[in-house]
């Protein structure tokens, strides 16, 4: 047997997905992590629900309490919420449920890589649309693009990149595109910007949020998904039937019901001290995350000098991001040590 | 938008898989879970682990710790091993790597469900070879089966039925087979046997195995896959990077190093106490899992007397199922509430 030859034709071109990230370090800031872990109290909370763990039980399939406090949470149906093992598979179950072979993803080109790897994976075919000088959308080519696309995923703010795109110019997509309109709000807590009062008038509209990012759950993975409940009942055919463990579900829903602003507050004091910092050096993107897209000199200079100094960043090599590190808004510590590297000049 | 229109074809037929689960009970015997929690002293392990988890920081995405623990265990090297949100994520995954739309999909009937949910979920074509009168391969059948099938999946032992299939016919399917074969031992623990030792042979071979039954951990969705490292490769480039969170990481690796054997000796004690005090009442499938498959005289009805006593069973309803309940095998109170009413005449 030719174990190569066995492959599904469209994914024979594929690389796995690699988060580059360094093995051994001090600070990590290449994820888009929270820098601060759960607050005391929710870890205590977590814990108690922990410690009454039926680990021999499988997780509730239908996740009926986290559904109900994020849908009272966001003022929609638990009827159009569904959680995922993080955003990425809500963005698999999306392509799996709905693109036959050959369809077109569209995505705005940089953002994030999981669109165009989960297209291919499923056998779409990946249409990127270059952003415009201001890393703004480039109207007329969108509108282009997703003219017979099945999808167009919108990451808002948009990833590495940081910012988010004109809201003009994605009402004008949503309204052309004859199919779905993916608003990836992974970092809707730092932006405050959002398109969920829009779900209910627009069928095409499908908003994903996460716990990874604001919520400091990363390593939960837990995500989900807000859209019209037929594309919800169409998404729970393919899912996986119990995708969402229970110790998963009961962190989310503790943090659900968590207040984060003070948390959110502090990146983002500490993301505008670090944007006027480093304006004067380098070119860099003003930002609605919790992270600095930043052009650096030299990239493999900058790579190795956070290396030795022990700090994980996201480096970038190819195409239009070349020499762009993505810088994740960390501790003041964190902070403070990226700084003062960028600062040596790199 | 008319949203159904826009499924993916080979899904339009397909309706979400159904756990069928009562929603009060007293007892829980549907799922073949382990009807005994996590032992006290893995508990406590797997609380401290707990304590010391970064929830803001992304899994190990290689899961390398608890790959590591499982190679030494299993005699096989990490790079034979992959891990799943449960053995589900992996047979979904197995599917989506290696199958072209229409590829020919075999499995036994009845065995598990998922199968050919899955297969028709990644747009291939699931082929049911009927079980013989002994619930037994066909092995005629499926030899024919397998000329051409991009996979057979066989469950081993098989689920519903709690047999494993001859040992013979299976050997000269996998010599036979164009494409791979996939031994499901699930169940393992309790049958004592595995097509493990033959994985270096044939490299048409894919074993999985989960922390869900008799690690008593099917809250916390471990599974894991152990095949030639050339498949392993090719899976993780459709594998979502962080598919296992980082307790469920955690509790696996306790799990793997705890000892189950007492917990599996009570069960199979138990298991042919009930098949010695039903076989003269009913007809029952000798089990080589933690469950009995049980001919009643009226489906219908049992359910319901089930219902009324609070317990929680499998009942199958269709075909050649009609009028059989799949029972686990819990924690002796359990078991002697399910005998009682068995024992009254269902």
Same mark, same amino acid.
Do not use: W
């Given at each position: 047997?030719?174990?190569?030859?066995?492959?599904?034709?469209?994914?024979?071109?594929?690389?796995?997905?690699?988060?580059?990230?360094?093995?051994?370090?001090?600070?990590?800031?290449?994820?888009?992590?929270?820098?601060?872990?759960?607050?005391?109290?929710?870890?205590?909370?977590?814990?108690?629900?922990?410690?009454?763990?039926?680990?021999?039980?499988?997780?509730?399939?239908?996740?009926?309490?986290?559904?109900?406090?994020?849908?009272?949470?966001?003022?929609?149906?638990?009827?159009?919420?569904?959680?995922?093992?993080?955003?990425?598979?809500?963005?698999?179950?999306?392509?799996?449920?709905?693109?036959?072979?050959?369809?077109?993803?569209?995505?705005?080109?940089?953002?994030?890589?999981?669109?165009?790897?989960?297209?291919?994976?499923?056998?779409?075919?990946?249409?990127?649309?270059?952003?415009?000088?201001?890393?703004?959308?480039?109207?007329?080519?969108?509108?282009?693009?997703?003219?017979?696309?099945?999808?167009?995923?919108?990451?808002?703010?948009?990833?590495?990149?940081?910012?988010?795109?004109?809201?003009?110019?994605?009402?004008?997509?949503?309204?052309?595109?004859?199919?779905?309109?993916?608003?990836?709000?992974?970092?809707?807590?730092?932006?405050?910007?959002?398109?969920?009062?829009?779900?209910?008038?627009?069928?095409?509209?499908?908003?994903?949020?996460?716990?990874?990012?604001?919520? &400091?759950? !990363?390593?939960?993975? *837990?995500?989900?998904?807000? =859209?019209?409940?037929? %594309?919800?009942?169409? @998404?729970?055919?393919? /899912?996986?039937?119990?995708?969402?463990?229970?110790? &998963?579900? !009961?962190?989310?829903? *503790?943090?659900?019901?968590? =207040?984060?602003?003070? %948390?959110?507050?502090? @990146?983002?004091?500490? /993301?505008?001290?670090?944007?006027?910092?480093?304006?004067?050096?380098?070119?860099?993107?003003?930002?609605?995350?919790?992270?600095?897209?930043?052009?650096?000199?030299?990239?493999?200079?900058?790579?190795?000098?956070?290396?030795?100094?022990?700090?994980?960043?996201?480096?970038?090599?190819?195409?239009?991001?070349?020499?762009?590190?993505?810088?994740?808004?960390?501790?003041?510590?964190?902070?403070?040590?990226?700084?003062?590297?960028?600062?040596?000049?790199?």
């Amino acid at each position: 047997m030719n174990i190569r030859e066995m492959q599904r034709s469209s994914i024979k071109g594929l690389k796995a997905y690699d988060p580059e990230l360094l093995a051994n370090y001090r600070y990590k800031v290449d994820a888009n992590e929270n820098g601060y872990d759960v607050p005391p109290l929710a870890r205590k909370k977590i814990l108690k629900e922990m410690k009454k763990v039926f680990f021999n039980r499988y997780p509730d399939p239908g996740a009926v309490k986290l559904k109900g406090i994020l849908a009272k949470k966001n003022s929609v149906s638990p009827g159009s919420i569904v959680i995922g093992n993080g955003s990425d598979e809500l963005i698999h179950y999306l392509l799996q449920a709905f693109t036959d072979p050959g369809d077109i993803i569209a995505a705005p080109a940089p953002s994030f890589d999981m669109y165009s790897i989960l297209a291919l994976a499923n056998g779409a075919t990946p249409v990127m649309v270059p952003l415009d000088d201001n890393f703004d959308l480039d109207e007329a080519a969108t509108l282009k693009a997703v003219n017979g696309a099945k999808f167009i995923f919108l990451a808002y703010p948009n990833n590495p990149t940081g910012n988010c795109f004109s809201r003009g110019k994605i009402l004008k997509i949503i309204k052309a595109a004859q199919g779905f309109v993916v608003l990836d709000e992974a970092y809707f807590e730092f932006s405050g910007k959002t398109f969920l009062p829009l779900l209910k008038k627009h069928k095409n509209l499908i908003i994903l949020r996460t716990f990874s990012k604001a919520f &400091s759950l !990363a390593s939960m993975r *837990v995500g989900y998904m807000m =859209a019209d409940p037929e %594309v919800i009942s169409i @998404i729970n055919k393919v /899912r996986l039937p119990y995708n969402v463990n229970v110790v &998963s579900q !009961a962190c989310a829903a *503790v943090m659900a019901q968590t =207040a984060i602003a003070p %948390v959110v507050k502090k @990146i983002l004091t500490e /993301r505008e001290k670090l944007y006027s910092a480093l304006k004067k050096d380098y070119p860099v993107v003003k930002s609605d995350a919790n992270f600095l897209l930043i052009k650096v000199n030299d990239g493999n200079y900058a790579k190795k000098m956070f290396e030795k100094s022990g700090i994980s960043i996201r480096m970038f090599k190819d195409g239009r991001l070349k020499d762009f590190l993505r810088l994740t808004i960390g501790t003041p510590d964190e902070n403070r040590a990226a700084l003062a590297i960028l600062k040596r000049g790199v």
